[in-house]
T-cell receptor, first 117, second 112 residues
Framework: DAGITQSPRYKITETGRQVTLMCHQTWSHSYMFWYRQDLGHGLRLIYYSAAADITDKGEVPDGYVVSRSKTENFPLTLESATRSQTSVYFC????????????????FGSGTRLTVV | GDSVTQMEGPVTLSEEAFLTINCTYTATGYPSLFWYVQYPGEGLQLLLKATKADDKGSNKGFEATYRKETTSFHLEKGSVQVSDSAVYFCALGVSTADKLIFGTGTRLQVFP
């Protein structure tokens, strides 16, 4: 199916373990984003990517690593998970087609709920 | 820096009541403004948008007007339904940046 998919939907991991969250989109959108959602903080940007092999830090990048070897995939890795990284993680994408002008509307995935114990 | 401030929730209303969720912003340049909605267990969906001053975005009975003089983009609906219960996020997009800035979200609970 076309769209943006995240996996897994739910994940429980132990402190110190490495965990990777996957994000895949089928539109060939240039831009992809990772956000975390926490009570009282809303959505905070972790990392984003403007194209394959181009990534940049967002507001809260510490403890996370991203890569983008292919346009359609944008995995997020927690190198050594901590309890403070317990959160709901959302991946999003958007196009840069000229006709969209200044429309920065994103399309979001359904999220991954990560619990670090 | 650029930022978005939303009213804190939860907002609790009876069905058919009038809804207002306040959103104000701080930005350099000429931002685009958005409202997103998140239903329980789901990701965010674009609800409406406005790309310049005095534009009115509308969708599913919701409306918001881009007010440059008051730097506001308040969300309104004349008659809410139980199915409108969700979290609503105001967001700002600046043309000089690649990303959206989100408010903290406002939870709406509508009771029959």
């Amino acid at each position: 199916d076309a769209g943006i998919t995240q996996s897994p939907r739910y994940k429980i991991t132990e402190t110190g373990r490495q965990v990777t969250l996957m994000c895949h989109q089928t539109w060939s959108h240039s831009y992809m984003f990772w956000y975390r959602q926490d009570l009282g903080h809303g959505l905070r940007l972790i990392y984003y990517s403007a194209a394959a092999d181009i990534t940049d830090k967002g507001e809260v990048p510490d403890g996370y690593v991203v890569s983008r070897s292919k346009t359609e995939n944008f995995p997020l890795t927690l190198e050594s998970a901590t309890r403070s990284q317990t959160s709901v993680y959302f991946c999003a994408s958007r196009s840069t087609k000229p006709e969209q002008g200044r429309n920065y509307g994103y399309t979001f995935g359904s999220g991954t709920r990560l619990t670090v114990v | 820096g650029d930022s978005v401030t939303q009213m804190e929730g939860p907002v609790t209303l009876s069905e058919e009541a009038f809804l207002t969720i306040n959103c104000t912003y701080t930005a350099t340049g000429y931002p685009s403004l958005f409202w997103y909605v998140q239903y329980p267990g789901e990701g965010l969906q674009l609800l409406l948008k406005a790309t310049k001053a005095d534009d009115k975005g509308s969708n599913k009975g919701f409306e918001a007007t881009y007010r440059k003089e008051t730097t506001s983009f308040h969300l309104e609906k004349g008659s809410v339904q139980v199915s409108d219960s969700a979290v609503y996020f105001c967001a700002l997009g600046v043309s000089t940046a690649d990303k959206l800035i989100f408010g903290t979200g406002t939870r709406l609970q509508v009771f029959p």
